[in-house]
T-cell receptor
Framework: AQSVTQPDIHITVSEGASLELRCNYS??????LFWYVQSPGQGLQLLLK??????LVQGIKGFEAEFKRSQSSFNLRKPSVHWSDAAEYFC??????????FGKGTMLLVSP | NAGVTQTPKFRVLKTGQSMTLLCAQD?????MYWYRQDPGMGLRLIHY???????AKGEVPDGYNVSRLKKQNFLLGLESAAPSQTSVYFC??????????FGDGTRLSIL
């Protein structure tokens, strides 16, 4: 069965600083990977996805992620964080019938 | 275009009561899903459907039933609510091979 690990429960970043959120996956074949963001009291919004091809994928809101098969990782990055980026971020891997297995999430706090 | 709509948004139940959560999507998606979100646990799949009239169990199906009588609707039922089912419930839908679209969630408290 597939699984996703997000090692960091909370991360605090200063506004304007760079960000990297870690995601490691376990999956038997070529994975389809996603990053979602959840603002308080809201549903999940898709940031970006990796299906195949270029291992560096661009998403919305200035986010990007890099797929590294050798490390079973799909880390999310942003060069300069804004206060509005404070939210919870979820990495997910797709299983059969497009079901998703999520990591436990990383809460991003942005300090002034 | 409303996307995925969940009703109700909030509900408080007593132990042993029953209720149904409704999910409606207007995007003509084939696949629909119900997840629960608990603090520190991420989202876990309860049940899903790959088309009208079909349902399947996910990771945590016990205590829940579902029905997909119409393509646009996916109902989640609790026959006898338990405090352990206090959670935020999310519905999602997707076309074949595409990412899921999520509703805004239903906050359910069971006393």
């Amino acid at each position: 069965a597939q699984s996703v690990t997000q090692p960091d429960i909370h991360i605090t970043v200063s506004e304007g600083a760079s960000l990297e959120l870690r995601c490691n996956y376990s999956y038997g074949a070529t994975p389809y990977l996603f990053w979602y963001v959840q603002s308080p009291g809201q549903g999940l919004q898709l940031l970006l996805k990796y299906f195949s091809g270029d291992t560096l994928v661009q998403g919305i809101k200035g986010f990007e992620a890099e797929f590294k098969r050798s490390q079973s990782s799909f880390n999310l990055r942003k060069p300069s964080v804004h206060w509005s980026d404070a939210a919870e971020y979820f990495c997910a891997v797709r299983g059969g019938y497009s079901t998703l297995t999520f990591g436990k999430g990383t809460m991003l706090l942005v300090s002034p | 275009n409303a996307g995925v709509t969940q009703t109700p948004k909030f509900r408080v139940l007593k132990t042993g009561q029953s209720m149904t959560l409704l999910c409606a999507q207007d995007m003509n998606h084939e696949y629909m899903y119900w997840y629960r979100q608990d603090p520190g646990m991420g989202l876990r799949l309860i049940h899903y459907s790959v088309g009208e009239g079909t349902t399947a169990k996910g990771e945590v199906p016990d205590g829940y039933n579902v029905s997909r009588l119409k393509k646009q609707n996916f109902l989640l039922g609790l026959e006898s609510a338990a405090p352990s089912q206090t959670s935020v419930y999310f519905c999602a839908s997707s076309p074949l091979w595409e990412p899921q679209h999520f509703g805004d969630g239903t906050r359910l408290s069971i006393l």
